[in-house]
């Protein structure tokens, strides 16, 4: 039988370490707010239930802490008076006596369902408290686990612990389960004596101790648990969860020539057979389907690349970019809001905005469709097998017809039909023997000024 679960989530901390005009949960990691993560990883585990306790930006960590398959009751801590005063603003959630209740914290974005599972293993075999534990270089600013014969006696917060104890490595994550029938009774026995006069949900352990209950702690690796408190943890939480990432697709197929200059984002689809170069930065939003190449220093987000499309280098994709397959779009070219059609051609310097454009058209270099007039947003389509001149403007709203030629150097205003050849600019005329008149004007003019000298 299945065992009913209830999820707390802290995210109302000042986050003052941050330094920042934002709660700390809503930076992001990979893209999303760390609050997100955290959410995800609840609802992979297969909880159904959370509650979420809110302070500093409160209805914007409500909103980024939303997941599907969740739902998610919110309570608002107005005082900031520690972890274990946090808990109990759920008190009315937690008084529902589920057989678990989980405790994550909102600023452990890597965290996965694994942990989660673990801990509520050690609950179904008869633990009341279930601390999830990490190992670190890094233990500052972390609490320590204090072991005694095998047993978990206590967690020593940094601020209230000697220099021996500050040696231990072994951490609290903050993830923790507890017997959710006996949960408000400990938490009820917290209080805020200690060097910062906070009510630490760490003393739960001696609490659940001095109860007689049975508290256990269970290891996670630090690259899905480690927290952050300033802007340094944060950039590492990023480190971390880019390595794990990156490994997972090339794990899959994928390959990239040098990992460490790729960044993904936290929903980049990649298929089997890609080939990410070098430093290439991946926006939210990008699915990039098997075998096609993205070349070095290429930034996309939002965009859609098929199987076998080429990217770049040096290319740009924004949201909407959606290239078919086999299509090419090369260097130091924008696409934005552009289907670009199969085996089609963008090769050099140009801007594809609002745009379909057919399959095998040629698009020359340095093209420009003009979508904006300064208010409003237009159009360009562009027919199959069309071949549009280097260094054309298409003004949209227009269309060129499939098969349908422009001249290079035309500015295109009206639609061109299909297999018609459009010119928009000016006639070349040739004057014959006009340049040697010009310069044997130029130089008599220049010996004149000499000889007056
Ligand atoms: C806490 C743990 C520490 C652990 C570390 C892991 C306590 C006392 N200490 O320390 O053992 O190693 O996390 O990262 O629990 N929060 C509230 N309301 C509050 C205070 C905090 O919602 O009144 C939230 C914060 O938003 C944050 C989480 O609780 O998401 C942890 O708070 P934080 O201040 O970062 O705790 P640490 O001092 O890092
Ligand atoms: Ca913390």
């Known amino acids: 039988m299945s065992r009913s679960c209830l999820a707390v989530i802290l995210a109302a901390g000042d986050s003052t370490r941050m330094k920042s005009s934002m709660s700390k949960v809503l930076h992001p990691v990979a893209g999303r707010p760390m609050i997100a993560h955290v959410m995800a990883a609840i609802a992979s585990t297969g909880v159904s239930e959370a509650a979420l306790v809110v302070g500093r930006d409160a209805e914007a960590v409500a909103r980024a802490g939303a997941v599907e398959g969740v739902s998610v009751e919110t309570f608002l801590q107005t005082e900031r008076l520690g972890t274990g005063h946090a808990v109990l603003m759920a008190k009315q959630a937690i008084a529902r006596s589920y057989d678990d209740v989980l405790i994550a914290y909102g600023d452990v974005p890597l965290v996965t369902s694994a942990p989660f599972a673990a801990a509520r293993e050690k609950l179904a075999q008869g633990a009341d408290v279930v601390v999830i534990g990490f190992r670190t270089e890094k233990p500052t600013g972390y609490g320590r686990l204090l072991v005694e014969n095998d047993e978990l006696i206590a967690i020593r917060e940094e601020k209230d612990a000697t220099e021996e104890e500050r040696k231990i490595t072994w951490c609290n994550s903050g993830l923790m389960a507890i017997d959710g029938r006996k949960a408000l009774s400990f938490l ?214 499939d098969g349908a030629y422009v001249a290079s150097g035309s500015v295109i205003t009206e639609n061109v039909p299909a297999d018609a050849l459009a010119f928009g600019r000016a006639r070349q005329e040739v004057k014959l023997e006009r340049a040697k008149v010009i310069r044997e004007r130029a130089l008599a003019f220049k010996a004149a000024k000499k000889a007056t000298k």
Not at 304 to 326: M, N, Q, W, Y
Not at 339 to 358: F, Q, R, S
Not at 359 to 376: E, M, P, W
Request: proline content about 3%; overall charge negative.
């Open 188 to 401: 009820e026995k917290i209080n805020n004596h200690n060097a910062k006069g906070e009510y630490y949900l760490t003393d739960i352990v001696e609490i659940a101790r001095a109860a007689g209950g049975r508290v256990v702690a269970v290891d996670a690796p630090e690259t899905e648990v480690a927290g952050c408190n300033n802007r340094a943890e944060l950039a590492f939480l990023e480190k971390l969860w880019q390595e794990r990432r990156r490994h997972e697709l090339m794990v899959s197929g994928v390959t990239m020539i040098a990992p460490e200059t790729v960044f993904l984002s936290y929903d980049t689809k990649i298929g089997q057979d890609a080939l990410i170069e070098p430093n290439v930065v991946f926006g939210p939003g990008v699915a990039v389907e098997t075998g096609a190449v993205i070349h070095a220093f290429s930034h996309l987000e939002g965009a859609h690349v098929s199987a076998g499309a080429t990217v770049g280098p040096f290319a740009r994709l924004r949201p909407g970019a959606d290239l078919s397959a086999g299509a090419k779009v090369g260097n130091f070219c924008e696409v934005k809001n552009g289907k670009i059609g199969e085996g089609a051609k963008v090769n050099h310097l140009t801007y594809i905005g609002d745009a379909v454009i057919g399959a095998h058209a040629n698009i020359g270099a340095g093209t420009i469709t003009c979508n904006y007039d300064g208010v409003n947003k237009h159009e360009t389509r562009i027919g199959a097998n069309t071949f549009i001149g280097s260094n054309s403007a298409l003004v949209a709203p227009v269309s060129i017809g």
